[in-house]
């Protein structure tokens, strides 16, 4: 079998972990599979690195920055080839140069476009672990690139699409996916399974196990994740294709406070005035959430959407400079905001689903403020300080628990 | 001009220092030259990345060892093309794959075999500063490979040559070379000029400024080197071929306490002894200097040398080990010696240069234990505790001073 296993920082972040690592790699080894090994860099080293960046300049070219970051994954697969040599297991290290990782050009935020597996398929015939830089690529030019957030679970899932891989382990410090963060709901059940499209939705809802990029190209290509814990050898979730599945009616509640409701008011009733102000808020590559509009005053209409908090600052500026453009009247941000949203590949076929939700939170008291559906997801907005209970109030209602 | 400026790790240790060697740079390019700059890594990051491998393997392999060690200078560039950057001029960093910095597979000692200097002349073009990360390559494998010590200096002289560069500057921590090491005479005086013999000659005993393998490189390309300081803009001073400046008779005193010597006692008078001795030295890599061989009692002869303290053990275990091969009685070793030299290319033409050196020496009541010469060098070996003095004296005796 050949087996790609991909470890982040937090689990190569000491000479202890890095050893646990090694050692879990060797298992599998020594069972007679073939194993590809991903990792993100250390701990804090890319931390490290961005701090001294800025202290050089506060606006380094990102070209400049790809460079300097790769060297911290560089680090982690050397310092792994080492730990593995003293363990008595033949082991190589390989960067993005020399496993031709090939990406585009947007720095920072790089998407691949093909990887070469011969260097990779000639080492696994020698008999050997091969450790690969996760997070990093090189462009045509041959500059080195950064895949971004959850760039190395990327990496994974791109090598093990391109080496045909039997199984595409990513460890993280949770043990699974779970119906619910189990630090909101103490009594919240691990999934043994989940679809893609499920693990999609919940990742962009604030169950941040898996990044939807890694999810998407897992999705695109067949690859089959197991999500698991580096620091213990429990089970962990399969993320797969909902055909081969039963389909799971509610599958887990999710919450994201990274919230921030925005309204423009007293827009004119015209065609085309919510496309101004969506690909206004586009064009800053701001992404737009939830969007209800509603009829306003004298013929006018309200937009409301919500935006990551993050995003906050750059979208308002955006309304403020547009506003003549949207014709709008005026504008209202609310940040004491949360999502809570149920997903589920089953909920299609099960009419009621939204009613038995939206009454768990009418029973409890918690007033909605905005709804959205999508085919396997239902979401709606609610007080910040409501949302923890606004998610066990449901996962109870669904019966979810252990 | 094409002008290529190796900077040292101590060059580029911090925030400030990678702002004052970026605004010498920028200097030259501002003056219409194409700038070339070769980093080593900062200051204590190898030091630092060698303590973290050695606690995960004692024995790493020297393969994953060099692409761990490669990211040093990998970091040094790209804070350097920020640094640049912020001040608001156009660079590019470029490590060993980019500029397909060809070596041979030694791991830890690589040997540059030719440089690719396509992107380098094209980043030129374009008006850039190029940043290169000195110290590494890649051999056929497209592993990463390390120059051992030295080995940004060679990276500077191996570029300078392959771009026929106008003016190749080491910048250290002296402004040039010296007469002699002005912490052990405090007159010494800078020279303006030195051959690339001399330079060799003197580097290998004690004066070390620049590394044999880049001198050996600058003479066999023709290489004019510059070493001066970075920390101050004084002239520095000119490594070049002899035949266009006026010999010297003496250019400077050496001196090098990092010797220890060994006696091999009553081995018999055979051809082939001596051989068999250095022969097994060779095979460890030993490094041997000065060679005396003098009668002994009864027919056989003692064989005397000296090697680097750091050797020494290595050494004495050869001995050892091979005695009956050598036929010898014993062994003697001494460590409180020490090399002086005194180095000119118009020694050979000069006679009288050994009685003066000798006489100096006498009147200074230092006794001399062991003698070596070679065309346009004398070395003597003294007592550990006379050798400063010793400097002194014969720099008096050769006028040499200010």
Do not use: W
């Amino acid at each position: 079998m050949l087996i790609v296993k991909k470890f982040g920082g937090s689990s190569v972040a000491n000479r202890e972990r890095i050893f646990n690592v090694a050692r879990r790699c060797i298992e599998d080894y020594k069972a007679g599979n073939d194993v590809v090994v991903v990792l993100s860099a250390m701990g804090d080293t890319t931390d490290e690195l961005i701090e001294m960046a800025h202290s050089i300049n506060p606006h380094p070219p990102k070209r400049e920055m790809d460079m300097l970051l790769a060297v911290g994954e560089q680090m982690s697969v050397a310092y792994m080839g080492m730990a593995m040599d003293s363990l008595g297991i033949p082991a190589i290290s390989l960067n993005a140069f020399q496993v031709k990782m090939r990406t585009n050009s947007s720095y920072g935020s790089a998407k691949l476009k093909r990887i070469d597996t011969e260097r990779i398929r000639n080492e696994l015939e020698m008999r050997k672990i091969v450790i690969i830089t996760g997070f990093q690529g090189i462009n045509k030019m041959e500059d080195l690139t950064t895949l971004g957030r959850g760039g190395s679970d990327t990496t994974a899932v791109a090598l093990a699409a391109a080496l045909h891989a039997d199984a595409c382990e990513i460890y993280t410090d949770v043990d699974g996916v779970y119906t619910a963060d189990p630090r909101i709901v103490p009594n919240a059940r691990k999934l043994p399974e989940i679809s893609y499209s499920e693990m999609l939705e919940m990742a962009s809802l604030g169950a941040k196990v898996l990044h939807n990029r890694s999810v998407e190209l897992a999705k695109k290509y067949g690859v089959q994740l197991v999500v698991r814990s580096s620091l213990n050898t429990n089970e962990g979730t399969v993320v797969k294709e909902a055909a081969r599945m039963e389909r799971m009616i509610v599958s887990g509640v999710a919450s994201d406070k990274n919230v921030a409701r925005i309204s423009v008011m007293g827009v004119e009733n015209e065609p085309g005035v919510a496309f101004k102000v969506f690909n206004s808020l586009a064009k800053k590559n701001i992404n737009v959430d939830i969007i209800l509009q509603s009829v306003g005053r004298e013929g006018t209409k309200d937009i409301a959407f919500t935006v990551a908090k993050d995003d906050l600052d750059a979208a308002i500026e955006v309304i403020k400079e547009d506003m003549k453009i949207f014709t709008a009247k005026g504008y209202e941000v609310e940040t004491g905001v949360a999502k809570v949203s149920i997903v589920g590949a089953g909920m299609t076929t099960h009419p009621g689903v939204a009613a038995k939700m939206f009454g768990a939170l009418s029973a409890g008291g918690i007033n909605i403020k905005m709804i959205s559906t999508s085919e396997i997801r239902i979401t709606v907005v609610v007080d910040e300080n409501e949302a923890d209970r606004a998610v066990r109030l449901i996962h109870d209602a669904f019966d979810l628990a252990d």
